[in-house]
């Protein structure tokens, strides 16, 4: 059985990749039947290079995928050389699950929200005194400096949480305390000793993160450059023009796309080898003298998480009230008049998308989570799992690109299963992030507990249910939690599998996002951030009672068998 869920582990979450690299490099080079493409041409590509503001659009692209990326590096990196191993850090930790609950979709809506010429923080600035008037707005802005900063603050608390068990394992209390005896300070002991050996365990996490910033689409189609877009937009757009002969373009902005991805994941690997293993000497220059650092008082007034606790927090209140105002005049700092109207006029269809998009995530995730625990149980049984490069490719390949090769695959063959399809792709997507998430629980796992299990005579079965499972349990439901979140956050391979035949509440907020009434807007922006959150808070809720009930059960057995033993030996209850 272990077998079979390995072997279609394998068919079922990698075998898109051949016919998604095919579909993607025959198009490009115009070899397409079904449109009447019987040779292999290159025209397609001498478009693209004529396209006008394509170097402007590619510019772009680097500079907010890159430069998001670097920034939520070296965010991650001074506050967890600011608060890690201190008393706040606990309380840090503890939101950065909410925080990644947050669909970017949601986030990104609210940011516009908060920071457009109308927003409420322009509003805050008119209620204060300060003429915004002449405000520069970076919302849309065409330099791509609101996406770089949103990407920024969203991916932060993601790179915090990778971070975890990496330090974790380092003991940097042990490595600052070596460091101080060595004559540096904190400072220089986390740029020195913890980054070098931070940095390389980071390294999918971060390849993830940019490869995301590079080909993100849902949120610069809301608060990204539009004239001209980025790269990923620019193909988007192409991909969806309506003349199909238009088609093998649009494959050769998706290979575009893809090769600028991968040529920046190798120089991130250049930069990060150049630093820590050719070029050394500033690692081994010694402790420099100390300067003087910022009083506690400044840390205390001005805490260096703010921004990305603050944000996500304003998120989800602003977008429940633009769903109820009716009457918001600029710049008064709240509505005048609210209203349940525009509420009652979307609840059908909310309804409708809603349960669309629990379907979907609750079947992909499901079908993860077997497919994950069979994988995970295969290799501590043959101590031979998936390569880790492998589980990688969905994370740091930009989906446009992988996802457009998929579709072309699928117009050969007959019939309109959308759904099949669509659930394919999120299938592919969840498995990745869910196996990542229980794999930790299985290496920790001690394995001579199932051997002492099964010489008491249990089956395989009772093993894992009984003795196995009540330890991985709280894996497994965050893990399913994490794969129905990735699930409901899916815009790209939701519209290109689904054809537009099937809609969620995360495609239509990103459509209503385009310049719809803000009401309707903030309605389905918050729906598309609270329904995570509901998994996440169930999958928290069900992990605290069932450990309140299994210690509970441990202590009742504590009590009897020591009731037991006192009966046997005769002696006396003391009171």
């Known amino acids: ?118 927003g409420w923080i322009y509003r805050l600035l008119e209620w204060v005194g300060i003429n915004t ?73 971060l390849f993830a993160v940019a490869a995301y910033g590079l080909s993100v689409v849902d949120v610069a189609l809301i608060i990204g450059p539009s004239r001209p877009t980025t790269l990923a937009v620019l193909v988007w757009q192409w991909f969806n023009e309506p003349d199909l002969q238009q088609l093998p373009r649009a494959a050769v902005g998706a290979l575009l796309l893809l090769t600028i991805t991968l040529v920046v994941l190798g120089g991130f690997r250049a930069i990060e080898w150049l630093l820590l293993s050719h070029h050394r000497r500033w690692l081994l220059k010694g402790a420099l003298p100390r300067k003087g650092s910022q009083p506690a008082w400044f840390h205390q007034l001005i805490p260096l998480y703010t921004p990305f606790i603050l944000l996500p927090i304003l998120v989800v209140p602003i977008l429940t009230v633009w769903s109820f105002a009716q009457r918001w005049r600029f710049p008064e700092l709240f509505p005048s008049r609210f209203s349940t109207r525009f509420w009652q006029q979307e609840l059908e269809p909310l309804l409708q998308l809603s349960t669309n998009s629990i379907l979907l995530a609750l079947i992909s995730s499901a079908i993860a989570l077997i497919l994950a625990i069979g994988c995970l149980e295969y290799r501590q049984k043959h101590h031979r799992g998936l390569p880790n490069w492998l589980i990688a490719i969905p994370l740091v390949v930009p989906q446009l690109s992988l996802l457009f090769g998929v579709q072309v695959a699928t117009y050969l063959i007959p019939g309109q299963h959308y759904w099949l399809w669509v659930v394919w792709s999120h299938l592919f997507f969840v498995f990745p992030y869910l196996y990542l998430t229980l794999d930790g629980a299985w290496r920790s796992y001690d394995v001579r507990l199932d051997q002492c299990s099964r010489s008491l005579g249990m089956t395989g079965w009772q093993t894992w249910w009984q003795i196995k499972r009540p330890q991985v349990q709280p894996a497994i439901l965050m893990g399913l939690a994490v794969g129905i979140s990735v699930s409901l956050a899916q815009y790209l391979s939701t519209q290109m599998l689904g054809a537009g035949r099937i809609s969620t509440v995360t495609t239509e907020a990103v459509a209503l996002a385009s ?36 210690h509970h059960r441990h202590t009742t057995q504590q009590q009897r068998s020591t009731h037991q033993d006192d009966t046997v030996c005769n002696k006396p209850h003391c009171k």
């Open 133 to 205: 008037q002449q405000g520069l707005s970076i919302i849309q802005d065409p330099y791509g400096i609101g996406l770089l900063l949103a990407l920024a603050i969203k991916e932060t608390p993601f790179l915090l949480l990778m971070s975890i068990p990496v330090l974790q394992q380092l003991q940097t209390s042990r490595l600052n305390a070596v460091s101080a005896s060595l004559g540096y300070d904190h400072k220089q002991s986390w740029l020195r000793v913890v980054l070098p050996l931070l940095l390389p365990k980071l390294r999918l996490p």
């Open 1 to 118: 059985m272990i077998q079979l869920l390995y072997v279609i582990a394998l068919l079922l979450c990698f075998t898109p990749l051949l016919p998604g690299l095919l579909g993607l490099l025959l198009p490009a080079i115009s070899w397409l039947p079904p449109l009447g493409y019987h040779s292999p041409d290159l025209t397609a590509f001498g478009l693209v290079s004529a396209w006008p503001g394509l170097s402007t659009s590619i510019c772009l692209t680097l500079f907010t995928g890159i430069g998001s990326s670097w920034l939520a590096l070296l965010f991650s990196f001074f506050i967890l050389r600011r608060y890690w191993d201190t008393s706040r850090w606990q309380w840090l930790e503890n939101t950065l699950s909410p925080m990644l609950a947050l669909p970017h979709v949601a986030f990104a809506i609210g940011f516009a929200f908060l920071f457009s010429p109308s």
């Open 515 to 550: 310049g719809q009434d803000r009401r309707v807007t903030a309605i389905y922006g918050l729906l598309q951030g609270v329904l995570p959150f509901i998994f996440f808070s169930m999958a928290f809720v069900t992990n605290r009672l069932t450990t309140h009930y299994q």
